[in-house]
Nanobody, 127 residues
Framework: QLQLVESGGGSVQAGGSLRLSCAAS????????MGWFRQAPGKEREGVAV????????YYHASVKDRFTISQDNGKNMVYLQMNNLKPEDTAMYYC????????????????????WGQGTQVTVSS
């Protein structure tokens, strides 16, 4: 089992920055990738960013590329999402997610590619 706890959300004005953190605990071995998702009211959950834990390759949703940066600290079992130049359309609940141990994926920005989810942290961006 894997537990994920997000933190760092809040309210900011457009153009501001936030850094989200995700702490992983439990069985953290053999986790091949980690991701961040978001869900706004009335909308489907969408993938924001993913990082492959070996090699540190990353992939971003087009709407956040060049503004958001996903990173990890394997020694601390932490994953981060640095969000710069925030826009009102970034307002959503943000979730950290991880796959089951040993699972691989070539489509890792899909919710179906993840098995564990945090409780979410709210990000609100005002204009």
């Amino acid at each position: 089992q894997l537990q994920l706890v997000e933190s760092g959300g809040g309210s900011v004005q457009a153009g501001g920055s936030l850094r989200l953190s995700c702490a992983a605990s439990g069985y953290t071995d053999n986790i091949n990738y980690m991701g961040w998702f978001r869900q706004a009211p009335g909308k489907e959950r969408e993938g924001v960013a993913v990082i492959w834990t070996s090699g540190y390759s990353t992939y971003y949703h087009a709407s956040v590329k060049d503004r958001f940066t996903i990173s990890q600290d394997n020694g601390k079992n932490m994953v981060y999402l640095q969000m710069n130049n925030l826009k009102p359309e970034d307002t959503a609940m943000y979730y950290c997610a991880a796959p089951a141990a040993g699972r691989t994926s070539y489509f890792a920005l899909r919710p179906t590619e993840f098995d564990y989810w945090g409780q979410g942290t709210q990000v609100t961006v005002s204009s």
